[in-house]
């Protein structure tokens, strides 16, 4: 393709370059195994929940109380405040349950991460929340 002397060789047309890279734009994204490129791989294992110790479900229940909080305090900047209330019922009752099962709280958390978009204090405090939670998803 060159010479030695770094010149292009007019006779092999230069090979452009591919991006085999991800871009991710906006909002809060998780991403579990994930593999880009040529010949790439991912490997994954069983995805189990982890108990949480009592550090991290203290943590939990009052991360819990401060959304529920906020959610109270901007419920009228929420598009669907019935419906965020709901999914952080839901969350905390699987979170409840002697054995939580993790896709029932990844469901709740993606769904509570929507519904609070608008509201920038909420958008954090369940991203604490979510990242909190997800802390005890082991693989």
Known sequence: MSNDEGRHDPLVPPVPPVNHGLVVQGGTHYVGNQAIGQRAQAFSGSVSFQQQDSGQAARTAELLTYVEQLLEEHRSALADPDGTTRELRRLRE??????????????????????????????????????????????
């Open 94 to 139: 699987e979170l409840d349950e002697e054995e939580p099962q993790a896709p029932v709280l990844r469901r709740a958390l993606d769904r509570l991460t929507a519904f609070v978009q608008p509201v920038t204090p909420l958008v954090v405090a369940v991203g604490e929340l979510a990242t909190t939670v997800r802390g005890t998803l082991g693989a």
